[in-house]
């Protein structure tokens, strides 16, 4: 079976807009779904009132946030309590690391990456720093970007209280094994384990509780949502961790890592990305009552087989081009790359190749991405950066061949 690439793309009223031109930048922020959009309508027309209270439109608030928080733990195969809807990513590891960082002390040690966006690397680091916390980096292949397991394990130590590490870098686009990652690093130390799946979750909304992992962050703007950052953390460890709620509101799992109000429709609008993937379900395997981790995991190998046909090209092209860099792994073969593609032009900046494919009607732009000690530690200048070609999975192959032929009229 493979995906149905026309259904797909009618879930996105933005696609219609103009059909000449071709985004690009997905991994900056994806369209939202229409499912989506339906929600947050319904939410801000209809119940937009302080929710929880006992009248109707308020219940009713209540009640579609409640149902954004039921089906997102069903589709990460977690509980309730684990889940946290913060307003970002960053917000939320920056929140986590004042939880986590209060039971650090001096000649405790965290292993950092260079690999990541800055939002899995500077809290932690900072939080490190203010504690006297030793932090080691585990540094990438200086060529490709990759990060080499063996290269991690001499780096974990009986002292080691956290590894932090991604499940797939915005630049590299390389999947992490995440899975094999946690079972290493936990066979040879106690340490938790943090994994930023920001730049993963667009192409795969993962089972938590097989991965293993403590905590893992990811943001639904680039989900096919509304801005707000999802926190997974292992209810295990919640007496671990020290609060940011008021402190009247200690204990509650679902405030204790979320100090600001939650942005109630843009909670409730959440629901409207599983509401999509219900839909594509259903529309590939007809109606079904598996939980929709197990639906998501049906969709894997379609969404896959699709995302891995659109990078295969781009990533031939670049590979071969003689003035060309690319940036992680060169083919797609292997089911670990997504079709994230950081490029490095060797005889003009980025900028300029960036502008290029604008003016050709490719929605791309240049830069580090956040990725500032990544695309530095690759020897690239980070102001100027890389030029980044992101699509998911309702990009298709005519928008592929449209990028391929601006890239080649842009390089000469
Ligand atoms: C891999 C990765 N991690 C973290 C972030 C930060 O996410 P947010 O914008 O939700 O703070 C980004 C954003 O681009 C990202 O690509």
């Not at 998501?296 to 081009?321: G, N, Q, R, T, W």
């Not at 030029?387 to 000469?412: F, K, T």
Request: aromatic share 8%; charged share 20%.
């Amino acid at each position: 079976m493979q995906l149905d690439i026309e259904y797909v793309r009618q879930q996105f009223d933005q696609i219609q807009d103009d059909p000449q031109f071709v985004f690009a930048s997905n991994a900056g922020g994806s369209y939202v779904c229409n499912q989506a959009n339906a929600v947050l309508e319904h939410y801000n027309r209809h119940t937009r009132v302080q929710p929880y209270a006992a009248y109707p439109s308020s219940a009713a608030a209540g009640e579609a946030m409640d149902r954004a928080r039921r089906d997102w733990s069903q589709a990460l195969n977690i509980d309730p309590s684990e889940l946290t809807f913060g307003p970002s990513t960053s917000m939320n590891t920056y929140v986590m690391a004042q939880a986590v960082g209060h039971q650090w002390h001096e000649g405790d040690e965290i292993i950092v990456t260079n690999q990541d966006h800055e939002a899995n690397s500077g809290a932690w680091r900072r939080k490190a720093k203010e504690k006297g916390v030793t932090i080691r980096q585990w540094e990438v292949e200086p060529d490709s970007g990759l990060l080499d397991v063996d290269k991690l394990m001499p780096l974990v130590r009986d002292n080691t209280r956290w590894v932090f590490f991604s499940h797939c870098s915005n630049i590299v686009g390389t999947v992490n094994p995440v899975r094999a990652i946690v079972d290493r690093i936990k066979s040879a130390s106690n340490a938790r384990v943090f994994v930023d799946a920001v730049a993963y979750a667009p192409h795969h909304v993962a089972d938590l509780k097989a991965l293993g992992v403590d905590g893992y962050s990811f943001s639904l703007y680039k989900v096919f949502g509304p801005h707000q950052g999802l926190l997974y953390v292992n209810r295990d460890i919640h007496g671990e961790l020290a609060s940011q709620a008021h402190y009247f509101n200690r204990g509650s799992p679902t405030k204790d890592f979320n100090p600001a109000g939650p942005q109630h429709a843009q909670v409730a609008g959440c629901a409207g990305v599983t509401d999509y993937f219900a839909d594509l379900h259903a529309h590939h395997f007809g109606a079904s009552a598996a939980p929709l981790a197990r639906k998501l995991d049906d969709l894997h190998p379609l969404i896959l087989a699709h995302e891995s046909a659109l990078a295969a090209p781009l990533l031939d092209f670049v590979d071969h081009h003689p003035g060309l860099r690319l940036i992680g792994k060169t083919h797609a073969r292997d089911g670990d790359r997504a079709p994230t593609i950081a490029l490095k032009p060797l005889n003009m900046s980025s900028q300029d190749l960036a502008q290029k494919l604008v003016d050709a009607g490719i929605g791309t732009e240049n830069g580090s991405f956040y990725a500032h000690r990544l695309v530095s530690d690759l020897g690239i200048d980070p102001d100027d950066g890389v030029v980044r070609l992101s699509l998911v999975q309702y990009g298709n192959l005519d928008e592929v061949d449209r990028i391929l032929r601006a890239l080649d009229a842009a390089l000469g």
